[in-house]
C-alpha cells in the first residue's frame, strides 16, 4: 500500500517505521513516541491522515540503484521530471520469455 493524500493510516509501533520519515520530515510534523504511544504535535495519535500523494520510485539499474527500496516513498514535491515510455512491463505469474508484455514495450505513458 502506497500513501495517498487523504487516506487514512492506522498507526501502530510496529509499522510507524514505514510512515516516520513520511510523517516527520515530509509532512513536517513533530512525532515521538513516549510510554509506548504515539505522539504526533503533542496528541496521541492512532492514526494519521496524510497530506501528499507518495511514489514508489525504481531506478533504470534496479539491482545496483539507490531507489524505493532504500530510502523508501517519494512525495510528489520531490520527482522531478515525467515518464514517456514503458521500458519493459513483465507478467509476475508467468515465466521468461513468456511474461514479456510486448503490447506494452516502448508505449508512451499517458498522464492521468
Not at 525504481?58 to 516513498?73: C, K, P, Q, T
Request: aromatic fraction near 14%; avoid cysteine.
Amino acid at each position: 500500500w502506497i500513501p495517498k493524500r487523504g487516506a487514512t493510516t492506522q498507526l501502530s509501533l510496529e509499522n510507524l517505521p514505514m510512515y516516520e520519515q513520511i510523517i516527520r520530515n515530509y509532512e513536517r510534523n513533530e512525532l515521538s513516541v513516549q510510554n509506548g504511544k504515539i505522539i504526533i504535535n503533542g496528541k496521541e495519535a492512532t492514526s494519521y491522515t496524510f497530506k501528499m500523494d507518495y511514489y514508489w520510485m525504481m531506478g533504470d539499474n534496479r539491482h545496483n540503484s539507490a531507489d524505493s527500496r532504500a530510502w523508501g516513498f517519494v512525495p510528489e514535491d520531490h520527482i522531478v521530471g515525467k515518464p514517456l515510455f514503458v521500458w519493459l512491463s513483465l507478467d509476475e505469474d508467468k515465466s521468461f520469455p513468456s511474461n514479456i508484455r510486448w503490447s506494452r514495450l516502448f508505449t508512451k505513458v499517458h498522464p492521468d
